[in-house]
């Protein structure tokens, strides 16, 4: 609008020049105010922002535009220390920032300010690399923002590697939370399906839980940081932890089915199952251990967590497992001799369909804030799929005959 008054003004009659040089002195006027950087009230609020951020002894040093036309101006004075201060005027910040582009590192000048000047970054050193220092220093500047409001409408937005790390901290740390906690239930509804009764799917759960606040108890003591290798393990422990508990389980109810006690499927139980199970939790838990070797840290975490993983859920299950049998006998085993199914149970019914409603509720939740992407697509079209196809394949002849075969062999 500048340029086309200013064109207008060159080619206008004499009585209408003046009105087209008035407008493209406003027009001028209007775009220097838009250079929100170039006025002195928007500098001093950067420059006591600064200031506040410096008093948190969080924060050892900042640089900004402000420090520039400070620094810049004092020398055009005089040098003197009470000189170093923001100009009264926009003309004396121009002049500042054109001296400052007449230096030898002229271009420095963009680190910090855009070509048009209406954003300007504030390079903030911390004290120290710690995200929890960071996040003190986020709330900080907000709190000076609700306090202090500035001259003019602003927006602020933070950049970094520090802040990127809180970033990806808050959505790793409660993304994966939400997983275990969802992975966790739906294990607790196979299970409670499976043995067809939530006490036994409870007890199965309980080398999992174990297992769960153990190690990570240990992680916390120890300041093992929460990183990307420890987030992406946690599912694994889910299925690790838990394979060893159904084998026991399901082997302890046939035994039992077939002695009549515990106490003399305890000898059983502790024969070859357990020797298997001893087995299998050396064999996995050992056969991590080179990674130790490696000379990459995240490799070292997986192999040492991965072996705590499995020898800790091999020994509860192991020692936790036939104690709790051993207790809730009666309780335990009168279920499960004369199992029911789900319509005709109703605390079971309830139980599982409230679980499934809180894994709904979490997905949903999950689906809200991350959005659907293709691979959700996919997984939403494809497990009820392959749900539908398991289905039908296990109603084969060939799946029938089998189980004919079997429950002769039981019979005989």
């Given at each position: 609008l500048s340029q086309y008054a200013a064109g207008q003004q060159a080619t206008a009659p004499q009585d209408v020049a003046d009105l087209w040089y008035e407008l493209a002195d406003f027009f001028e006027l209007q775009r220097e105010q838009l250079k929100?950087?170039?006025q002195p009230e928007a500098l001093r609020y950067i420059a006591d922002l600064e200031d506040y951020l410096e008093?948190?002894?969080?924060?050892?040093?900042?640089?900004?535009?402000?420090?520039?036309?400070?620094?810049?101006y004092q020398e055009l004075i005089d040098g003197k220390p009470e000189n170093y201060r923001i100009p009264?005027?926009?003309g004396a910040v121009a002049q500042s920032l054109l001296q400052f582009q007449s230096s030898h590192t002229p271009d420095d000048l963009w680190h910090f300010v855009t070509n048009d000047l209406d954003k300007a970054n504030i390079w903030l050193q911390l004290k120290s690399g710690?995200?929890?220092d960071m996040e003190k220093v986020v709330v900080a500047v907000e709190d000076y923002f609700k306090t202090t409001p500035p001259p003019m409408p602003m927006e602020h937005n933070w950049a970094g590697l520090t802040y990127i790390n809180i970033v990806w901290q808050q959505k790793m740390v409660w993304g994966m939370l939400q997983s275990l906690l969802g992975s966790f239930i739906i294990v607790f509804i196979m299970m409670a399906i499976m043995f067809r009764?939530?006490?036994?799917?409870?007890?199965c759960m309980v080398p999992l839980s174990i297992t769960i606040l153990v190690i990570y108890g240990v992680i916390g003591l120890i300041g093992k940081d929460y990183d990307m290798p420890v987030a992406v393990l946690s599912a694994l422990t889910l299925g690790m932890a838990v394979d060893f508990a159904i084998h026991f389980l399901e082997r302890a109810r046939g035994s039992y089915a077939e002695k009549g006690s515990w106490k003399a499927s305890a000898a059983e139980m502790f024969g070859e199952p357990a020797r298997a199970i001893a087995r299998n939790v050396l064999v996995i838990a050992i056969g991590f251990l080179p990674l130790l070797a490696a000379p990459l840290v995240p490799y070292k975490t997986v192999g040492i967590f991965l072996c705590a993983i499995m020898a800790l859920s091999g020994v509860v299950t192991l020692i936790i497992l036939p104690a709790i049998l051993t207790v809730a006998e009666k309780r335990l085993f009168a279920v499960a001799a004369a199992p029911q199914s789900a319509k005709c149970n109703c605390a079971f019914c309830f139980v599982v369909s409230l679980a499934s409603v809180v894994v709904v509720l979490l997905n949903a939740y999950q689906f809200g804030v991350m959005g659907f992407n293709n691979f959700m697509w996919i997984s939403i079209i494809a497990v009820?799929?392959?749900a539908v196809l398991c289905g039908v394949l296990s109603r084969r002849q060939a799946c029938r005959s089998f189980e004919a075969r079997q429950t002769k062999a039981a019979t005989a």
């Open positions: 929100l950087f170039k008093t948190t002894g969080l924060v050892g040093k900042s640089n900004s535009i402000a420090d520039i036309v400070k620094k810049v009264d005027s926009s710690d995200n929890k009764s939530v006490l036994w799917g409870l007890v009820p799929a392959l």
